[in-house]
């Protein structure tokens, strides 16, 4: 770190003078690109990270709605196969009875 202190102090550039004029207007000229590229331009690093968060979150989602549909194939599969599960479905989901059923209303 003293010797990027020094490049700055133009006392002791003596007979580098040039060679270190030339690196501080490096240093310079890169941190501007830097800046430039990293936060100003449309295509900055911040919106980079901002997508890249949501694609992560996307793609968590994704995972999510397949083990949902996964469920569900299983769950028509199951529907579809055997009638008993049918009815037992329909009675709980949509208030069906049998014949000769007591039927309650809850609100």
Known sequence: MGKF????????DGKNAEKRSFIRYSIVATAIFILLVGFVNQNNIVRWVRAG?????????????????EEMDSQIKGLSTNKDSLERYARENFGFAE????VYIVE
């Open 5 to 12: 202190r020094d490049i700055w102090d133009r006392d002791k």
């Open 53 to 69: 968060a949501e694609i992560k979150r996307q793609n968590k989602q994704i995972e999510q709605y397949n083990k949902e549909i």
């Open 99 to 102: 014949p000769g059923d007591d």
